[in-house]
């Protein structure tokens, strides 16, 4: 039997969870995981991806006014800093016209890999920053050329002192025999992910 993970909650409802768990003492002291990764996502439908940003700019304003500081790092606008700090910007504008969608997100790919690039970057933008807890955003914006497992995976040795917080276009799924998946936009059943918790099933 397959279990399926996902919030059906109202955008009001999902706000006061999300707001009620992360001003917590036990989601910012990362008590209850045992010895995981202090990794959480929150799915949402994809198509509630506007709302859901002015949710989450909101969210950072609300856990500020209770002193819990919420640190974001949208993917996509990370990747775009990434490829002008490098130079090739222009490049990948130049060759885009000229080449097939496998090769272009070959190339992004290359000079986007998490390991050496991206998750480096990410870290920088840590050590530089005093936060209580980070959010991950943009991750329908960065597919297929970022993936949110190959993300998570990478950044276990980098964002595991403070919780982690992915805001997921898609579902989080559960299968005895398939283990678990970040299935992006409800349809992409190919990421196997299984360290991360659903926030929304977070108590406290």
Known sequence: MQRTVRTMAAPKDRFDHLLKVIASQRFLGKQG???????FICPYPADEAVAMDAMR???VNQLGSRGVRAFEINLYDLSITLLHERGIWDEVLAAEPGITKDELKELLQGVLDPETHLIPAIGARLSSQEFDVLFL??????????????VLNNLQSTAKEKPTVMFFPGTYTHGLATGASLDLFGILHDDKYYRAFNIMHYEI
Do not use: K
């Open 57 to 59: 700019a909101s969210l």
């Open 33 to 39: 995981l045992g010895n995981e990764v202090p990794f």
């Open 137 to 150: 955003s943009g991750v329908g914006e960065v597919y297929p050329y970022i993936r949110s497992h190959n």
